[in-house]
């Protein structure tokens, strides 16, 4: 149970993906070692996708890149 | 005037004038002998104490004379030496002002050096502080406005992003992460 979890990555998008995206999402995540998927909807971070994965977090919202604009400024 | 006829008198008659005045050379001799032992006890007895007295005051006035020329040398030293003294007392109370002055302008110059320093040291403190209440505040302006136009922008993007865009941004996300 423990290793499943482990494997199973955690993607926010701010709206629904179409199924070539969630397609090219998933070949993602599984090239990273996750045999699984759970999506989460969240408005909040503007747009684009954070993807996380163990320990890691692949954040291309336009939130957190904004947040990254911000903090270079 | 009787008497002058007296004698007259007498020398018509003929006879001695020491006779008629009953004068015997015995008695000039004795007279004479007593005006001898007297002056000679005048002599002994009232000349010679009195010379020896005068001579005596004589020596006495000579020394008195000699210590008040003494004494007036001396004096006359001591009005020098005082002099000299006064003389160098000026000098010295002169040296003393002369030198009180200097040290008081020195120690006058050394307060107007200090307070110049530190009015400099206060200025420049002052100014550093300013240059960085200055840097702080624009730092804080600069960071208000990047708040402000990442808040805007945020709320720009948010209600313009199509689903197209959003589709594009994640597959451009992917393709970056892919690469890494």
Same mark, same amino acid.
């Given at each position: 149970?423990?290793?499943?979890?482990?494997?199973?990555?955690?993607?926010?998008?701010?709206?629904?993906?179409?199924?070539?995206?969630?397609?090219?999402?998933?070949?993602?995540?599984?090239?990273?070692?996750?045999?699984?998927?759970?999506?989460?909807?969240?408005?909040?971070?503007?747009?684009?996708?954070?993807?996380?994965?163990?320990?890691?977090?692949?954040?291309?919202?336009?939130?957190?890149?904004?947040?990254?604009?911000?903090?270079?400024? | 005037?009787?008497?002058?006829?007296?004698?007259?008198?007498?020398?018509?008659?003929?006879?001695?004038?020491?006779?008629?005045?009953?004068?015997?050379?015995?008695?000039?001799?004795?007279?004479?002998?007593?005006?001898?032992?007297?002056?000679?006890?005048?002599?002994?007895?009232?000349?010679?104490? %009195?010379?020896?007295?005068?001579?005596?005051?004589?020596?006495?006035?000579?020394?008195?004379?000699?210590?008040?020329?003494?004494?007036?040398?001396?004096?006359?030293?001591?009005?020098?030496?005082?002099?000299?003294?006064?003389?160098?007392?000026?000098?010295?109370?002169?040296?003393?002002?002369?030198?009180?002055?200097?040290?008081?302008?020195?120690?006058?110059?050394?307060?107007?050096?200090?307070?110049?320093?530190?009015?400099?040291?206060? %200025?420049?403190?002052?100014?550093?502080?300013?240059?960085?209440?200055?840097?702080?505040?624009?730092?804080?302006?600069?960071?208000?406005?990047?708040? %402000?136009?990442?808040? %805007?922008?945020?709320?720009?993007?948010?209600?313009?992003?199509?689903?197209?865009?959003?589709?594009?941004?994640?597959?451009?996300?992917?393709?970056?992460?892919?690469?890494?």
């Amino acid at each position: 149970m423990k290793a499943k979890a482990k494997n199973r990555a955690k993607v926010v998008l701010a709206m629904k993906a179409d199924g070539e995206t969630v397609a090219k999402i998933e070949a993602f995540v599984r090239s990273r070692g996750c045999d699984g998927v759970r999506y989460k909807i969240d408005p909040s971070i503007g747009g684009g996708i954070v993807i996380y994965i163990g320990d890691k977090v692949y954040d291309g919202s336009v939130k957190g890149r904004l947040a990254s604009v911000k903090r270079s400024v | 005037m009787e008497f002058g006829i007296a004698v007259t008198q007498l020398l018509a008659e003929g006879g001695s004038i020491f006779d008629s005045l009953g004068i015997t050379w015995e008695s000039i001799v004795l007279h004479l002998f007593n005006l001898i032992v007297l002056t000679v006890g005048l002599y002994f007895l009232l000349f010679r104490p %009195v010379k020896k007295m005068i001579k005596q005051r004589q020596e006495k006035v000579k020394k008195i004379e000699k210590e008040n020329a003494d004494l007036n040398d001396e004096v006359k030293k001591m009005k020098s030496s005082s002099e000299k003294v006064l003389s160098d007392a000026k000098k010295e109370a002169a040296a003393i002002h002369e030198s009180a002055v200097k040290v008081a302008n020195q120690k006058a110059d050394d307060i107007v050096a200090e307070a110049r320093e530190r009015a400099k040291t206060l %200025v420049e403190q002052t100014q550093r502080e300013m240059d960085e209440e200055r840097s702080k505040l624009r730092s804080d302006i600069e960071r208000q406005i990047a708040d %402000v136009s990442v808040a %805007v922008a945020e709320k720009v993007i948010e209600k313009q992003i199509t689903p197209e865009d959003n589709k594009a941004l994640i597959e451009k996300c992917l393709d970056e992460w892919s690469k890494e």
